[in-house]
């Protein structure tokens, strides 16, 4: 059963609930006034009786006369003596002799009772008549419900055909509006479909002709189109990633199996060879190193050890490492230095400046500058790392700390190159130390990374 079709069926079952709530509730209702306006109409006819019924000097019934009532026109009346005895009836109940409510002679006291007597269903009030405590007799006066019968048949008729029609109605509309609501699942449907049948992750659900944009189904295919587009994006960098790595697997690869080729030929290992081969095994490690901690950060494996940590001892060091790795190709300068102490993991935290600070040092150019610096702003601690190097293009700037990426077109690979997961992976540190990590650069004019962490009260 489809989803229109249940949705449908639940409607018009609800439906079908209410109205037979409604029904059973007016016909109830309709029920109790009719019969209370027979009720009233008896209570007033034996009042009327009662106040002209006489006794004789032996405190028995020997005459009743009726009141001169239109009322008792449409009422049988019949007075009955305490031995079972007719004394008297109405002149519109005939030749009848038996007793309208035969249970009512006994009751004792005033009592509505529904009699059938030879096929007619009459409602019957029954009041034993009293004097000085004893009983001198009962009245009985009875009513026809033919009327209030056909009435509730008719009323009965009318409610189950209304019934019907609201729920066929229900069923009718619910199926129609159900139809234009779920339309724009069927188009979810059938384009995920083409993306399975084609891989083509480029596809989006269209939405655009759809009346209302901001209810559910909106919400839903704008979030399947996001969710589309990251599948495409993360895709798009695995398919580069695989291709980068392949490159940079078959390059170390081919330098180490012909140097091993080399040395078998020569039957003896020179310095230059092995120098060689252990720099490609030293690139392979790497990259090994890379993939095995992104894919922990990733499973939730890679645990930070958080502990206080003093963010300037900490740059000071990263800040004497980096002279001895820039040597007299450039200068590297620690501006300014504040104490700041922050909850975290130190080697993490070490790892991410010393990635970010020799990444500037490999791409500036010979005679440049690096700058290092760290500040107290606010309730926060503030890591700037700033080179003079060739800057990153604007196009790159989104992506730069997507996995898998690099911006070739202006840093240009070489033997201690990358492969696009340290930023990643230093990302994923600070946003896990819950703070930030900003970029900003221009080409010609240099690049400057900025970190944010939140300072230990």
């Known amino acids: ?240 990633f695989l291709a980068d790595v392949s490159h940079e697997l078959r390059t170390p690869l081919t330098v180490i199996k012909g140097n091993v080729d080399l040395i078998r030929r020569m039957k003896q290992a020179d310095e230059e060879s092995l120098s060689s081969i252990d720099q490609e095994a030293g690139r392979l490690t790497r990259l090994v190193g890379g993939l095995l901690m992104l894919a922990q950060a990733e499973s939730g494996k890679l645990t930070l050890v958080l502990k206080p940590v003093e963010l300037d001892l900490l740059l000071t060091e990263v800040f004497t490492e980096m002279r001895i790795l820039a040597g007299s190709k450039l200068h590297v300068h620690l501006n300014e230095i504040d104490q700041v102490m922050v909850n975290g993991d130190r080697d993490r935290l070490k790892q991410v400046i010393l990635n970010l600070a020799s990444n500037a040092i490999q791409y500036t150019p010979a005679g440049g500058d690096v700058y290092l610096s760290l500040a107290k702003i606010g309730e926060q601690a503030r890591i700037i790392i700033r080179d003079t190097g060739p800057g990153i293009p604007a196009e790159d700037l989104p992506h730069i700390f997507d996995r898998f990426y690099r911006a070739e077109k202006s840093r240009t690979r070489s033997t201690t190159s990358g492969f696009g997961l340290g930023l990643s992976i230093a990302h994923w540190i600070v946003e896990h130390h819950g703070g930030q990590i900003k970029v900003e650069s221009k080409e010609g004019k240099g690049t400057t990374f900025v970190i944010w962490l939140g300072i230990l009260q």
């Open 1 to 240: 059963m489809t989803l229109r079709q249940r949705f449908t069926l639940l409607y018009s079952t609800f439906m079908g609930g209410i109205l037979l709530i409604f029904g059973a509730s007016v016909y109830i209702l309709v029920n109790v006034i009719l019969l209370n306006q027979v009720d009233s109409m008896l209570a007033v006819v034996v009042r009327d009786i009662t106040q002209v019924t006489k006794v004789n000097a032996l405190g028995e019934l020997n005459l009743i006369s009726l009141p001169p009532l239109d009322m008792t026109s449409n009422a049988y009346i019949q007075v009955w003596a305490p031995d079972g005895k007719l004394i008297a009836t109405s002149p519109s109940i005939g030749t009848l002799t038996k007793s309208l409510d035969p249970a009512g002679l006994n009751a004792g006291l005033a009592i509505y009772e529904d009699s059938y007597l030879d096929g007619a269903h009459l409602r019957v009030l029954s009041v034993p008549l009293m004097l000085r405590e004893r009983v001198i007799g009962t009245l009985q006066v009875g009513a026809s419900l033919s009327v209030v019968d056909a009435t509730r048949s008719n009323l009965l008729s009318i409610m189950a055909v209304i019934a019907v029609v609201a729920v066929l109605m229900s069923a009718i509309g619910s199926w129609v509006i159900l139809g234009r609501a779920l339309s724009p699942l069927e188009s979810i449907a059938e384009t995920v479909d083409q993306i399975n049948r084609a891989d083509d992750l480029s596809r989006r659900i269209p939405y655009q002709e759809r009346g209302n944009k901001e209810d559910e189904i909106g919400d839903l295919v704008v979030s399947f189109n996001q969710t589309l587009e990251r599948l495409e994006s993360l895709f798009t960098s695995q398919q580069r």
